[in-house]
């Protein structure tokens, strides 16, 4: 089992930034890919940023040059650093972490990013 715990999230003006954390805990040992995802009113969840275990990156094309996704392996937490934020970016957003062993993904709760224009 692993349980990832998001915070970070608020109400921000375009233009502001914002910083997520995931801290992951329980089989972390198990977890290769973390990454965050986020889901607006009446869309789809979607890929926002992704880490591998040994640093390659991932992004959105829409998040490219704004957001920026970085992991700290000893604390066991995945970070979102999120610049020139846009209302279009207001979400909830989502940690993800893959367990390849298993085929499953765990998420955690969700973290609610609200940019204001």
């Known amino acids: 089992q692993v349980q990832l715990v998001e915070s970070g999230g608020g109400l921000v003006q375009a233009g502001g930034s914002l910083r997520l954390s995931c801290a992951a805990s329980?089989?972390?040992?198990?977890?290769?890919?973390m990454g965050w995802y986020r889901q607006a009113p009446g869309k789809q969840r979607e890929l926002v940023a992704a880490?591998?275990?040994?640093?390659?990156?991932n992004y959105a094309d829409s998040v490219k040059g704004r957001f920026t996704i970085s992991r700290d392996n000893a604390k066991n937490t995945v970070y979102l650093q999120m610049n020139s934020l846009k209302p279009g970016d207001t979400a909830v957003y989502y940690c993800?972490?893959?367990?390849?062993?298993?085929?499953?993904?765990?998420w955690g709760q969700g973290t609610q990013v609200t940019v204001s224009s």
């Open positions: 880490i591998a275990s040994g640093g390659r990156t």
């Open positions: 329980g089989n972390i040992f198990s977890i290769s890919d």
């Open positions: 993800n972490a893959k367990v390849p062993s298993l085929k499953y993904d765990y």
